[in-house]
C-alpha cells in the first residue's frame, strides 16, 4: 500500500542553521511528492513538490529530491529562520489514483533567534 | 492563483444542532473537493472525496448520514456536521483540485467546538 513516514519532531534549531526533515514513502504506483507547510491556525500550504524520479522541487529556500531507490524526499533548507516555524507535512499523490494524498504525521520545527 | 476559502473560520454550537462548513475555490473551477479532518497535534484524516455533480466517496468508517457533503457547483463543496456532538470537536480542512492535476490546494481550516 501507500504510506509516508516522517522523522518525529519537534525540531529546534538556531537561526541561519542548516535543516533537514527525513521523510520515506512506500507507494504501488509512481506517486508524485510534495511538502506542505502549515502555520499555527491555518490550513496547509503548498511548499514544493516533485512529479517523477530525480525531480528536484525548490522554493523559498527549501528544496527536496525525489529518490526512487531510497525511496526519500527530505526536505533540506540550507539556513533557517525564525519565521519558518511550523508543521511540515511530507505527502504523496498516488499515480494510480489521483484522488488520494497520504500525508506523514507532520514534523513541528521551531527556530530561534 | 489556486486559492480556497472556508467560512466560517470558527464555530460553536450546542450539542446536537447542525453546522455547515463552505469551500470555494476563488480563482478555478474545482473538479475534485476533498475533506480532511485534523485533530490536534495530528496529521490529516481523509473524510471524503466529492466530484461535482456526484456522491461523495466517504473514507472507511466516516458515518455519511452524520457528514454530509454537497459539492453542487465547480466553486463550492459544503460539510454539514449533522446533529453534532463533542467528540465532533475539530479542524476541518477542505482542498481542492482540477482536472487531472494531483496538486491540491488547502483552504485555511475551520474549527468547530460543539458544546
Known amino acids: 500500500g501507500n504510506s509516508v513516514t516522517q522523522m518525529e519532531g519537534p525540531v529546534t534549531l538556531s537561526e541561519e542553521a542548516f535543516l533537514t526533515i527525513n521523510c520515506t514513502y512506500t507507494?504501488?504506483?509512481?506517486?508524485?511528492l510534495f511538502w506542505y507547510v502549515q502555520y499555527p491556525g491555518e490550513g496547509l500550504q503548498l511548499l514544493l513538490k516533485?512529479?517523477?524520479?530525480?525531480d528536484k522541487g525548490s522554493n523559498k529556500g527549501f528544496e527536496a529530491t525525489y529518490r526512487k531507490e531510497t525511496t526519500s524526499f527530505h526536505l533540506e533548507k540550507g539556513s533557517v529562520q525564525v519565521s519558518d516555524s511550523a508543521v511540515y507535512f511530507c505527502a504523496l499523490s498516488d499515480g494510480n489514483n489521483f484522488n488520494k494524498f497520504y500525508f506523514g504525521s507532520g514534523t513541528k520545527l521551531n527556530v530561534k533567534p | 492563483g489556486a486559492v480556497v476559502s472556508q467560512h466560517p473560520s470558527w464555530v460553536i454550537c450546542k450539542s446536537g444542532t447542525s453546522v455547515k462548513i463552505e469551500c470555494r475555490s476563488l480563482d478555478f473551477q474545482a473538479t475534485t473537493m476533498f475533506w480532511y479532518r485534523q485533530f490536534p497535534k495530528q496529521s490529516l484524516m481523509l473524510m471524503a472525496t466529492s466530484n461535482e455533480g456526484s456522491k461523495a466517496t466517504y473514507e472507511q468508517g466516516v458515518e455519511k448520514d452524520k457528514f454530509l457533503i454537497n459539492h453542487a457547483s465547480l466553486t463550492l463543496s459544503t460539510l454539514t456536521v449533522t446533529s453534532a456532538h463533542p467528540e465532533d470537536s475539530s479542524f476541518y480542512i477542505c482542498s481542492a483540485r482540477w482536472g487531472g492535476r494531483q496538486t491540491q490546494y488547502f483552504g485555511p481550516g475551520t474549527r468547530l467546538l460543539v458544546l
Open positions: 507507494a504501488t504506483g509512481y506517486p508524485s
Open positions: 516533485a512529479t517523477k524520479a530525480d
